[in-house]
């Protein structure tokens, strides 16, 4: 079990892709905490997996204080947080001609301030436990597309925190790796 006693926080993770990452990291042996917005799969969740194995935090990611609270939450029920897997985001249609400052504004604290602040609340603890991060990003980071204009361009920033952190954090032993899927 190659995540055995370890403690990872995923966001998105009561369904889709990162609902997978849950599965799979507590197949692998590891204690996760589940943050989303939807309660009652989230719930179903952890009861299928067990609350010895999982916790859930209820918490919308769009907010500037929700990050330090899920990683003081995860903190609170594992007493660490080994690696943090950044899945939430928001898939707003937008254009040139459709996009706002508030459809902006969500998409990038969603998809690009959400995960930057969690990593920050969890700098302490990844050190100390030379952690790690993956960040889920999307291929729209590399070229965009024309009805997904501020997810494209929060993915792309995403893929830029990836390399900036990957980059600043090695020598302390935390990892930091970017998956653009699609």
């Not at 799979?24 to 905490?33: D, I, K, M, P, T």
């Not at 989230?42 to 769009?62: F, H, Q, Y």
């Not at 889920?136 to 980071?141: D, F, K, P, T, Y």
């Amino acid at each position: 079990m190659r995540l055995e006693n370890k403690v990872i926080l995923v966001t998105g993770g009561t369904s889709g892709i990162g609902r997978a990452i849950v599965e799979r990291c507590v197949a692998e042996g590891a204690r996760v905490v589940i943050n989303g917005i939807d309660r009652p799969a989230g719930e179903a969740l952890v009861r299928a997996l067990g609350p010895e194995r999982a916790v859930l935090s209820i918490a919308d990611l769009s907010e500037a204080t929700a990050p330090a609270r899920v990683v003081a939450e995860a903190i609170a029920a594992f007493g660490r947080v080994d690696g943090i897997v950044n899945n939430a985001a928001w898939v707003g249609r937008s254009s040139i001609e459709s996009t706002s400052a508030e459809t902006f504004d969500r998409m990038m604290a969603i998809t690009l301030r959400a995960p930057l602040l969690l990593i920050q609340a969890a700098i302490g603890s990844l050190r100390a436990h030379r952690g790690a991060v993956l960040n889920i990003g999307s291929s729209n980071a590399y070229s965009g597309e024309a009805t997904l204009l501020d997810y494209s361009l929060s993915k792309g920033g995403l893929m830029t925190l990836s390399r900036n952190l990957a980059n600043a954090l090695a020598n302390d032993g935390v990892r930091v790796n970017h998956l653009n899927s699609g």
